[in-house]
């Protein structure tokens, strides 16, 4: 039997002299369309809190009499129970307590519909149906089944309520995004397979709050908060990382993956939940900051919360609540790793939609959660749910972990040039950090820009003040390496007019282009200046300190007075081939120096190469018929500018292809095809990923990456 009709359990009571309970239909088919929950699971019958929906009970040879017997319904979650006396009434429910009803013509001798409906405030979770059927002398009762209770968007009383059905299609119903990574000057995107209809998702995300930390120690407890969706983003941001508890995925940002699977190589939640559920609670290696968010974007639109993944450019990790972050270079522009704040060219977190009743209207809406484990809160791993709005009007003090969440967006950035030990430059960078702010748009695969919804234009001016008289008198508590500060001659602090210097760089350049970059410099003084230009390029990964420089520049320049100068600078594929790959970001950092003055400014530029295009064609169109084959075209066009040896085209697909599938050349020349054709045939519907990547042996990884989003229906 599967959820529509089940056999009924016997519990206790007379088993003769009158009707008896045979059968209980749960209306699978109607009850999950009515509550939008198609699909989500396979062997429970999923519901959504503070909507009725209705069962059929069939009795055997007995007719039943309404008269002599009434049923009281059961609802149990845990070892809490609550009792429904079943009215027979037309009356539309109340929605603040549970209630049943049969309306008039849902009575029949051999069968009755009772219609019950949840309240609003309805804790998530797995619940237990009996019924007692009750005369003057007797009880029996029956076992009817269980039900799934989630979170309901729909309803207007619902804490999690949308207004507009394409915002609860995009955020709740839609099982496929878009994760946007790279730099701000250079953007790139990854399709993700939420998962969420994939068979066991549901069950996978109900058993994540079985196993948590707050249901192991007080069950009774857990149950009854869990009807807050605050509490629930809580628990469930903590549990995807496993810092704390039987969590879901191990980070890892550096080193071999080899015990695990490279985080890059994810494309959905589904396996990633699964593999989890199946392995006793065993983490799942590796994850980075877009699978933490997409897994939990995941969980949270099972449970019926509206969640979207969102993406922060040159995102600060601010390690001290300073709400500044400080970087060093050397005088020569060499970026230094002696500081415990760090830049993320792109971090990636959750916003999920619900009203804040713990704080009051205002705070209502989109809340940052946030489950890459960074900084521990309230002694977790787990950031947030903090309202974007306290973001953007810096209300500091906003639970949860606002001041956290507004450095990752808006903090200062305090630049400083050392020599033996000495501090000889400072400048501050207020736009750098939280450049721009993601997500995917509603309907669409264009971003949305959601900047100004986290960064007001106007501060306030005595916040303003307060930071002008920090940033120029004050480093931050934290001190490392023992740096002096000394007279800065020419600097921001003592000289003015003096120097400004920019740097600009092509950010759209292609791997196996030429990257040019310009370095130009204003002098602001009345006078003539001799100057020296060091500038060179470090490779990095997007959460990391820069390596070592694979390029450099020295000259020594004259400008004039009033002067603009600008200083071009190509660095060729021969320079860089060697080192970089589709993942790696290039920080570039020039510091120019006045000869008499000894004053030092620096500018710096972060950024990425587009990679080689692989495409990804499907033969008949992009919607493919469940357990049919269809053929799959992949190629790529070398724009390299020599030959590579040991070129590799290899394409999988979670759902879609048994192993990978690759295509191989020896020598693979400037303008040639690589190429390869694979037969797909999908065994579930929804949507599926096919995976490219390119490499040579002229790289140590991956050059470039492709994702193609299918569309499997039933036939």
């Known amino acids: 039997m599967d959820c529509m009709q089940q056999t009924i359990h016997y519990i206790s009571g007379p088993n003769s002299g009158h009707c008896q309970l045979k059968f209980v239909n749960f209306e699978a088919h109607e009850n999950h369309i009515s509550h939008d929950t198609w699909g989500l699971s396979q062997k429970h019958l999923v519901l959504r809190r503070g909507k009725p929906f209705k069962v059929t009970l069939l009795f055997g040879s007995h007719s039943w009499n ?13 070892d809490m129970s609550e009792r429904i006396p079943v009215q027979f009434s037309d009356k539309q429910f109340d929605t603040q307590s549970w209630s049943a009803r049969i309306y008039t013509g849902d009575m029949h001798p051999q069968s009755v519909t009772i219609h019950i409906c949840s309240p609003v405030l309805s804790s998530v979770g797995l619940y237990h149906l009996h019924m007692h059927m009750e005369t003057i002398c007797s009880r029996r009762s029956y076992a009817l089944g269980t039900f799934v209770l989630l979170c309901n968007p729909w309803l207007k009383d619902d804490q999690v309520y949308m207004p507009l059905d394409v915002q609860k299609q995009e955020y709740i119903k839609s099982d496929c995004g878009l994760v946007y990574m790279g730099t701000h000057l250079n953007i790139s995107r990854r399709p993700w397979s939420f998962g969420q209809y994939e068979p066991g998702v549901l069950e996978a995300c109900l058993q994540l709050l079985q196993v948590s930390p707050q249901h192991l120690s007080d069950k009774r407890k857990d149950y009854i908060l869990r009807a807050d969706p605050v509490y629930l983003s809580k628990v469930i941001c903590a549990m995807v990382n496993c810092a704390d508890d039987l969590g879901i995925l191990e980070g890892k940002w550096q080193g071999s993956y080899q015990d695990g699977v490279n985080p890059t190589e994810w494309s959905g939640s589904a396996d990633i939940l699964l593999q989890w559920a199946s ?44 709400l500044k972050i400080e970087e ?31 704080l009051g209207a205002e705070f209502d809406g989109w809340q940052v959660v946030d489950p890459t484990p960074q900084e521990k809160s309230a002694g977790i791993y787990c950031c947030g749910p903090c309202p974007v709005v306290a973001i953007k009007h810096r209300c500091l003090g906003t639970p949860y972990d606002s001041s956290f969440i507004y450095a990752s967006v808006d903090a200062d950035i305090v630049r400083l040039i050392v020599r033996n030990g000495q501090v000889v430059g400072r ?7 939280g450049q721009l702010i993601y997500t995917k748009s509603i309907g669409s695969d264009r971003p949305e820009n959601l900047t100004q919804t986290y960064k007001s234009k106007k501060r306030g001016q005595i916040a303003i003040k ?24 020419g600097g921001t602090a003592d000289m003015s007019p003096g120097l400004e210097v920019s740097l600009n760089i092509d950010g759209r350049t292609t791997l196996g282009d030429s990257i040019i970059m310009c370095v130009t410099i204003t002098n602001q003084s009345n006078s003539p200046r001799d100057l020296v230009e060091h500038l060179n390029a470090q490779l990095k990964k997007y959460n990391q300190s820069p390596q070592e420089i694979f390029w450099k520049s020295h000259k020594q320049v004259r400008i004039q007075a009033g002067e603009v100068l600008k200083l071009y600078h190509t660095i060729s594929p021969s320079e860089y081939e060697s080192v970089l790959a589709c993942d790696d970001i290039v920080n570039m950092a020039v510091v120019i120096k006045d000869v008499r003055t000894k004053e030092r400014v620096l500018a710096a530029q972060e950024f990425n190469l587009s990679t080689p295009q ?4 499907i033969k008949g169109g992009d919607s493919i018929q469940m357990k049919k084959e269809h053929t799959a075209h992949v190629s790529l066009i070398s724009t390299f500018s020599k030959t590579l040896n040991g070129a590799v085209l290899t394409v999988k697909g979670f759902g879609l292809l048994q192993g990978k599938h690759e295509a191989r050349l020896t020598l693979l020349q400037p303008g040639d095809k690589i190429e390869k054709e694979v037969t797909i045939m999908a065994t579930s519907p929804g949507t599926k990923l096919l995976m490219a990547s390119f490499s040579h042996s002229h790289s140590p990884r991956i050059v470039s990456r492709s994702f193609h989003t299918v569309s499997v229906v039933s036939g």
């Open 427 to 433: 400048t501050v960078d207020k736009e750098w950090v």
């Open 328 to 358: 060093y270079y050397s005088s020569t522009g060499e970026k230094l790793h002696i500081s415990k704040d760090s830049i993320w060219n792109f971090h990636v977190w959750v916003e999920c939609w619900m009203r804040r009743t713990d």
């Open 279 to 322: 392995s006793n609670y065993s983490p799942v290696r590796y994850g980075q900051c877009w699978v933490f968010a997409s897994v939990l974007c995941t969980v949270m639109r099972v449970l019926g919360i509206p969640s979207r993944v969102v993406t922060v450019f040159n995102a600060a990790h601010d390690s001290d609540a300073s």
């Open 66 to 78: 309404p008269r002599t017997e009434i049923p009281v319904l059961e609802v149990w979650l845990g």
């Open 614 to 617: 692989i495409i990804i064609e």
């Open 466 to 489: 307060e930071e002008m008289i920090n940033q120029i008198h004050q480093m931050s508590s934290s001190t490392y390496c023992s740096l002096q500060s000394s007279p800065m001659r």
